[in-house]
């Protein structure tokens, strides 16, 4: 892997999760956790979540320990403690399993499961006072970007995502921008084209929050790989990764987190 360190000063810490979407079995979670955990041992400056599917909190939570580095994120939640609602999963159940973070408005829930931004408005509050922080993801379609959309988008996104949420509760938030057409395709965003979002992104949520809002994390996911995370990592906006394919390789998402890393400046004198 090239490394491509640049050093720009970071006020916000990085953050770097692994959305392992429907895949890993309970058995493989164990293994693939060892391994990761292995790998970052010696990791202190990034925060580093891995979200495995609800089967595998248990065995992922089991493996990690309980003061481990690695933080465990679940990758949707029901607003709801308890209730008749078949085939969902509660925060207080997710946290009971050790559970610190959940994903909420990943775009393949928009796509599939009809999720909007009203529901991620009222999860993302839920889950706060359940003590889940939320990475709230937003992005435009390719339809949406070549039509010159993409602002609009992602700021409707934004407005309509965190409508109800809780100004005591923002330094717990994390911000994803996932350009739908860039999620499991390849096609990552170039760094610029990323940037550029994330600053108005930036830039809104200091609307939104005042002051609080500059110390939101934001994130880009998109087809992150080794290969060009410090690239995207070194611009001012992105704070970190949301990382889909390649989390599920502990090699390729230490390199990735490695990327991530804040450059110490001896390492670049
Ligand atoms: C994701 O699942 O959020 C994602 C960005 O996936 P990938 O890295 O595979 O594009």
């Given at each position: 892997m090239t490394k491509t360190k640049i050093k720009k000063s970071i006020p916000r810490r990085p953050f770097v999760a692994g959305n392992?979407?429907?895949?890993?079995?309970a058995s493989d979670t164990k293994i693939l956790i060892e391994d990761i955990v292995q790998r970052v041992?010696?990791?202190?400056?990034v925060d580093m979540v891995v979200c495995p599917p609800f089967t595998s909190l248990p065995a992922a939570a089991e493996t990690l320990g309980?003061?481990?580095?690695l933080a465990l994120g679940a990758q949707n939640m029901h607003q709801?403690?308890?209730?008749?609602?078949?085939g969902e999963i509660s925060g207080p159940m997710l946290r009971e399993l050790g559970v610190r973070y959940v994903i909420l408005g990943h775009s393949e829930r928009r796509q599939?499961?009809?999720?909007?931004d009203a529901s991620v408005a009222v999860k993302a509050e839920a889950a706060v006072g359940y003590h889940l922080r939320p990475i709230v993801c937003v992005g435009e379609t390719l339809a949406q970007r070549e039509a010159g959309e993409t602002n609009q988008v992602v700021e409707t996104q934004i407005r309509g995502s965190l409508?109800?949420?809780?100004?005591?509760?923002?330094?717990e938030l994390v911000i994803a921008y996932e350009p739908v057409w860039a999620i499991g395709t390849g096609k990552v965003a170039t760094p610029k084209q990323a940037n550029e979002v994330h600053h108005r992104i930036r830039k809104l949520l200091v609307t939104l929050?005042?002051?609080?809002?500059?110390s939101i994390r934001v994130i880009y996911g998109g087809s992150v790989k080794p290969d060009n995370a410090a690239e995207l990592m070194a611009?001012?906006?992105?704070?970190?990764a949301l990382v889909g394919?390649?989390?599920?390789d502990a090699r390729s998402f230490f390199d990735i987190i490695e990327a991530a890393r804040p450059v110490r400046a001896s390492e670049n004198d």
């Open positions: 392992w979407k429907m895949h890993r079995t041992q010696k990791v202190a400056t309980r003061h481990s580095i709801t403690k308890e209730g008749a609602y078949t599939y499961f009809s999720e909007t409508a109800h949420f809780p100004a005591a509760h923002l330094d929050f005042g002051e609080a809002g500059s611009e001012a906006d992105i704070d970190g394919g390649a989390s599920l």
